[in-house]
T-cell receptor, first 113, second 117 residues
Framework: GDSVTQMEGPVTLSEEACLTI???????????LFWYVQYPGEGLQLLLK?????DKGSNKGFEATYRKETTSFHLEKGSVQVSDSAVYFC????????????FGGGTRVLVKP | NAGVMQNPRHLVRRRGQEARLRCSPM?????VYWYRQLPEEGLKFMVY????????ESGMPKERFSAEFPKEGPSILRIQQVVRGDSAAYFC???????????????FGDGTRLSIL
């Protein structure tokens, strides 16, 4: 079945540092890929997405590129802020599976001033 | 346009009681998904419904759990005879009716945090 693996946290950074969260996936078909962010006590918010190979999703300074050859979708940000402290989830969906989302375990990021 | 609305935000039940969780999707959305998040874990798919129909319930426990999405009103996730292991955050997501479903992101509610005493 489909699966998503992402690096475990917590990841602790100083403000303005670079952030990379690795994400790899296994899928039977040709999935769409997503990054969601969860702030404390809230639901998930879509951060960015990519629907085909070599697509780059970007939003709020975050980027991720759909790499079919390495089955990866790593999340990057060049300069983090304290407000980026949250849990980040990598996820995939497949049309053949009714577009239900398969999530990674989440990576907690803490940015210190 | 209001987002996905879930209620209650917090629900406390004693073992053996029933829990009912409600989800109103965004306007214009007829696809509803339920996910469960255990403490310090990712979300796991439970069930996918489209107005009055269960499309995929492959993630639902075989007993005690049921879901519905009637023609009128919110989607309901029902857990009968709750046990301690049911303690979790339950999230509902919806996606729109139009367009290529593959490219439509799911919009999440803020979840219901269920605690079993």
């Amino acid at each position: 079945g489909d699966s998503v693996t992402q690096m475990e946290g917590p990841v602790t950074l100083s403000e303005e540092a670079c952030l990379t969260i690795n994400c790899t996936y296994t899928a039977t078909g040709y999935p769409s890929l997503f990054w969601y962010v969860q702030y404390p006590g809230e639901g998930l918010q879509l951060l960015l997405k990519a629907t085909k190979a070599d697509d780059k999703g970007s939003n709020k300074g975050f980027e991720a590129t759909y790499r079919k050859e390495t089955t990866s979708f790593h999340l990057e940000k060049g300069s983090v802020q304290v407000s980026d402290s949250a849990v980040y989830f990598c996820a995939l969906s497949e049309k053949a599976a009714g577009n239900k989302l398969t999530f990674g375990g989440g990576t907690r990021v803490l940015v210190k001033p | 346009n209001a987002g996905v609305m879930q209620n209650p935000r917090h629900l406390v039940r004693r073992r053996g009681q029933e829990a009912r969780l409600r989800c109103s999707p965004m306007k214009g959305h007829s696809h509803v998904y339920w996910y469960r998040q255990l403490p310090e874990e990712g979300l796991k798919f439970m069930v996918y419904l489209q107005k009055e129909n269960i499309i995929d319930e492959s993630g639902m426990p075989k007993e005690r759990f049921s879901a519905e999405f009637p023609k009128e009103g919110p989607s309901i996730l029902r857990i009968q005879q709750v046990v301690r292991g049911d303690s979790a955050a339950y999230f509902c997501a919806s996606s729109p009716d139009r367009g290529n479903l593959r490219n439509q992101p799911q919009h999440f509610g803020d979840g219901t945090r269920l605690s079993i005493l």
